[in-house]
């Protein structure tokens, strides 16, 4: 009888040992820890100087820690919350700069890869129809593709194949000096396909490549928003060619008529390069989630959806580990600001020429 009964224990430790192996296993793969170092480069100069720099925080989907902001030369600085979306930020000042001066924010960060989430102290009624932010739009050109291809609140898959289907990334530049010319007239690797074709029409206005290069340069000229990395739904709707502010805008103009809340997320990517532990991180990344009653907040990354279409079923529903959120929300209000900021990650700064550069650790 006792050789009978331990054969049961003996499997029952080996359940308990394979089921705390996957364990680690999930846990180790579906995180990342990174140190973050931002920083800002700012010339001397004999004007007031202002400068306005965001601070990810803690919240279910990563956790910050080891915040340090660094400067060579006296700034008051100060750390302040918006009250709209409950952002941090650091506000800096000096009434001039004798010499170049570096702030550095450096952050550790676990970042989880997650799908729906119940966030704590985040109100939908802050992010439905109605919200209009200055590039969201919501109404009459809304509902009538929402019409047109009977997209509905009951099926939010329907929305996101929608935008994706009708979006294309890249910039429209002919600039060749230009880091993105690269999707203008260069290949997607994933795909071998060309990012951006001459052989169709962008947008629901149909508009050629060539075309696409006048709207771009126009909007330079007159200092408009209806341009690409704005996150001008309108333009994304119109002319179908951006980045991941206007793939996002758009899927949240389409949620927002239908009375689906939806938020805009924003920070960086952190490169996930094979035998690299550090380097430099090229820029923003942004995405987007939408809110369901009774389920919570479900994330969208539409635009790297685009990028790899084998990750498309993914991104409808999940984001991976390799990013870092630093705000939420559009329409941001900062101190000694005029008007709210259509979005903010990079540093503002007033009073003086600046650089920015941004790199990560693994730890």
């Avoid at 962008?202 to 341009?227: C, E, I, M, P």
């Avoid at 990395?229 to 949240?252: E, K, L, P, R, W």
């Avoid at 389409?254 to 094979?274: Q, V, Y």
Wanted: glycine share 6%; net charge negative.
């Amino acid at each position: 009888m006792e050789n009978q009964m331990s054969k049961p224990i003996s499997y029952l430790a080996v359940l308990a040992t394979l089921i705390i192996c996957l364990n680690i296993f999930t846990t180790d793969t579906s995180s990342r820890s990174v140190n973050f170092q931002y920083n800002v480069k700012l010339k001397e100069s004999n004007d007031k100087v202002e400068v306005w720099i965001p601070i990810p925080q803690t919240n279910e989907v990563q956790t910050v820690s080891n915040v340090h902001l660094t400067n060579k030369q006296e700034m008051q600085c100060e750390e302040l919350e918006e009250k709209k979306h409950n952002n941090k930020y650091y506000y800096c000042s000096a009434d001039m700069l004798k010499e170049e001066t570096i702030l550095n924010l450096s952050v550790d960060v676990i970042r989880y890869e997650h799908s729906t989430v119940n966030y704590e102290n985040v109100n939908p009624d802050n992010y439905d129809k109605g919200t209009n932010n200055s590039t969201v739009f919501e109404g009459k050109v809304f509902e009538k593709i929402i019409n047109e291809a009977n997209l509905s609140r009951n099926n939010i898959d329907k929305i996101y194949e929608y935008v994706l289907s009708g979006m294309h990334y890249g910039k429209p530049t002919e600039d060749t000096n230009d880091k993105n010319y690269k999707y203008f007239n260069g290949k997607n690797p994933k795909t071998d396909q060309e990012w951006l074709p001459d052989t169709i029409t962008y947008g629901r206005k149909g508009v050629s490549k060539k075309d696409l290069v006048k709207v771009y340069n126009q909007a330079r000229r007159n200092k408009t928003n209806f341009t690409y990395g704005n996150g001008n739904s309108q333009y994304a709707c119109d002319i179908g060619v951006g980045n991941c502010t206007d793939y996002h805008s758009y899927f949240m103009s389409l949620c927002r008529t239908l009375d689906i809340p939806a938020r805009f997320h924003m920070g960086f990517s952190i490169p996930n390069i094979k035998d690299e532990s550090q380097g430099k991180v090229g820029g923003y990344h942004c995405w987007a989630d939408y809110y369901i009653d009774g389920k919570g907040w479900t994330p969208v990354d539409i635009s790297e959806a685009d990028k790899d279409p084998s990750l498309a079923d993914y991104f409808n529903g999940n984001v991976n580990q390799h990013r870092i959120e630093f705000v939420v929300g559009r329409d941001i209000e900062l101190k000694n600001r005029n008007n709210p900021e259509n979005f903010f990650v990079y540093p503002i700064v007033n009073g003086t020429e600046y650089s920015k550069s941004f790199y990560y650790k693994n730890l």
